[in-house]
């Protein structure tokens, strides 16, 4: 009888009155060499396509949107480290909680991987479940820096004095004007402009935590049945599990390799704005990737 290729495993016998466990092969322990992080999924792409455009956004000109203006791989892994820099000249350190507030930008992409580069818990901060939810989460997560749109400073400071513990810096993805630095001060915690914090990583240079598989990579609030929001821990684990699964089933597509490697790279940012998306942060401002992983 001809060899027959099984899609199929057993990964669990079978007990009395309920039959054996089968899984997919295609989600068997899939890996791909050199990617145990969330970061390795952004570094892999930086080495092998630096010069492709990563990040766009669409200039206002005359009250219009016009073209998309871009930065490439190189471009905003520079700004990564750059902001990670910061972060840790700001005392932060593996391990620490870091808040990201407002719709979806290259300010929100950079941030979140400078979190990943420096082994941070990347904490996404949202209001649709109500303005108490961004204190709770800030709270009870101990975020001790907040990355946050312009129009949403102000709400930051609504959370003070209750987070005051565990907040001590605000980093504004545009600028920041005379009143809310006198606001900043007032409250006691130091407060930035988006090219002022690039400034700050300027000459400072942290070695980057080793990233383990099983470390957390990001605290998921969501609304929960009742009660207060409920954090979900996700770690580096999931997230290129699920990327090297989904390599894994492209390698069985009949399509060019070109688009396996396509796919394969964009999973973890069409995962993570998912999520975003589904818990409110409704306005992808970018997104359009270029690259091959």
Known sequence: MANIKRYIVEVEPGKPAMGPVYRSTFG??????????C?????MSV???PDNPMLGHREIVD???GDYVWLTYKQVYDMVMKVGNAIRSCGVEKGGRCGIYGANSEGWIISMEACNAQGLYCVPL???LGASAVEFVICHAEVSIVFSEEKKITEVFKTFPKTAEYMKT????GKVTSEQREEAAKLGVAIYSWNEFLVLGDGKRYELPVKKKSDICTIMYTSGTTGDPKGVLISNN?????VAAVNRFLQGVNEPESI?????CTIFFAVVSLVHYSLGMNSLHLILIHNQL
């Open 63 to 65: 009250g219009k949107h």
């Open 39 to 43: 970061w390795d999924i952004f570094r």
């Open 260 to 264: 396996h490697q396509f796919y394969t």
């Open 28 to 37: 068997v322990e899939p890996h791909i060499p050199g990617m145990e992080s």
């Open 47 to 49: 080495e092998k396509y």
């Open 126 to 128: 949202y209001d649709t």
């Open 170 to 173: 605000i980093v504004s993805f």
């Open 238 to 242: 999931s997230i290129v599990t699920i």
